[in-house]
């Protein structure tokens, strides 16, 4: 069964810093894909970043690039999205997914396992 278990929200002022970490557990393959996607309150879940976990390629959404940061740990299986110079509009609660294959796609269907979540909220 496989497992994502998301760490590491909280609260932080405008231009501070978080890192959030997603555990994962029973996957069977090393070719597959991580995201990190947010939702804020009243709007559709949007994608964040992703990286390959054999190559470590990664991509972000333009709304993050150059602040947000993702990384993996294949010893620990564990993947990390490094948020710094955070703004307001980055509140939202966070999830971690994982897909079979390479391809790094921004699309949420695409996506077989999800964690449960971690609130991220940022003070102005």
């Known amino acids: 069964q496989v497992m994502l278990v998301e760490s590491g929200g909280g609260l932080a002022q405008a231009g501070g810093s978080l890192r959030l970490s997603c555990a994962a557990s029973?996957?069977?393959?090393?070719?597959?894909?991580m995201s990190w996607f947010r939702q804020a309150l009243g709007k559709e879940r949007e994608f964040v970043a992703a990286?390959?976990?054999?190559?470590?390629?990664?991509t972000y959404a333009d709304s993050v690039r150059g602040r947000f940061t993702i990384s993996r740990d294949i010893a620990k299986r564990t993947v990390y999205l490094q948020m710094n110079s955070l703004k307001p509009e980055d509140m939202a609660v966070y999830y971690c997914?994982?897909?079979?294959?390479?391809?790094?796609?921004?699309?949420?269907?695409?996506?077989?396992?999800w964690g449960q979540g971690t609130q991220v909220t940022v003070s102005s």
């Open positions: 990286i390959n976990w054999s190559g470590g390629l990664t």
């Open positions: 997914a994982a897909r079979p294959g390479i391809l790094m796609t921004r699309t949420e269907a695409a996506y077989n396992y």
């Open positions: 029973g996957l069977t393959s090393s070719v597959y894909t």
